[in-house]
């Protein structure tokens, strides 16, 4: 990865030394090469510890999501405590925990079990695309998620911007979006429960622009929650044999 990874940095080295209207693109082309690198490195010379390497990008996820809690306790230091910012603050713990549940309740573990029935270049290829590739969107919706709470909260009653807004169901829909592309890598489909929730989240942005930012939290909590429902109960025998892999990984 040197060879890559030296030239993006050098290229943001160069970028301190030359005029303002050309360092934003220096800027890009190191991010571009810093992202679409890995594309161009041989994938015979790695190695891959499936359980190591799921639960170090699990920790980066729980990283996040610890950003999450922190804006929403932000968010209710910026205002007065009242009965309206004590239920946007559930309504963006609710929020935080969904995405705790779509990843860790079934996804890391289900994931970890592909990597290691699968061999050679194509598991490496496997872990690039969806650790790489289709991780770091979940990372940026968490992110983008938190921004908005910590908006919504500090300010329940009153409309949200056109970027807090976006980024609340914006948020959601990308985190969930990156899902159906790590299905749609593995399987080629993309039939799932949650299609719908992402294509729900994105009409909830329109919505968000014009009612108060409490009926905006609780309507992003409202469709996390039919989505968990739903895959409850249509995908319970699934989680039932992912929970005894959980169990059976972590008994001594």
């Known amino acids: 990865m040197a060879r890559s990874a030296l030239v993006g940095a050098s290229l943001i080295l160069v970028a301190g030394f030359v005029s303002d ?3 934003p693109w220096l800027w890009l082309i190191a991010l571009v090469i810093g992202l679409f690198g890995p594309l161009l490195i041989d994938l015979g010379a790695w190695r891959l510890q499936p359980a190591h390497f799921v639960e170090r990008h699990g920790l980066v996820i729980i990283i996040a999501l610890g950003e999450s809690l922190i804006a929403v306790g ?22 935080a925990t969904s995405f705790w549940i779509a990843y860790f309740d079934f996804f890391a573990v289900r994931f970890q079990r592909l990597l290691t029935e699968t061999r050679g270049v194509a598991q490496i290829a496997l872990a690039r695309d969806a650790y790489t590739y289709l991780h770091l969107p979940m990372v940026a919706g968490i992110v983008l998620t938190a921004v908005a709470m910590r908006k919504a909260v500090a300010h329940v009653g009153a409309d949200l911007h056109t970027i807090p807004a976006l980024a609340l169901c914006g948020g959601s829909a990308l985190y969930v979006g990156s899902y159906l592309g790590i299905r749609w890598r593995v399987s080629r489909t993309l039939r799932s429960g949650r299609l719908v929730a992402t294509l729900v989240f994105v009409a909830l942005f329109p919505v968000a622009l014009v009612t108060p930012a409490i009926v905006a939290l609780a309507l992003v909590a409202a469709t996390w ?3 968990h429902a739903y895959e409850f109960i249509w995908w319970r025998e699934a989680r039932s044999e992912t929970r005894g892999l959980r169990d059976a990984a972590s008994s001594p």
Do not use: P
Request: charged fraction near 10%.
């Open 225 to 227: 929650v039919a989505l």
């Open 21 to 23: 209207d050309l360092r």
């Open 74 to 95: 932000v968010g209710a230091r910026a205002t007065s405590v009242s009965a309206a910012v004590i239920v946007a603050s559930l309504l963006g713990l609710a929020i």
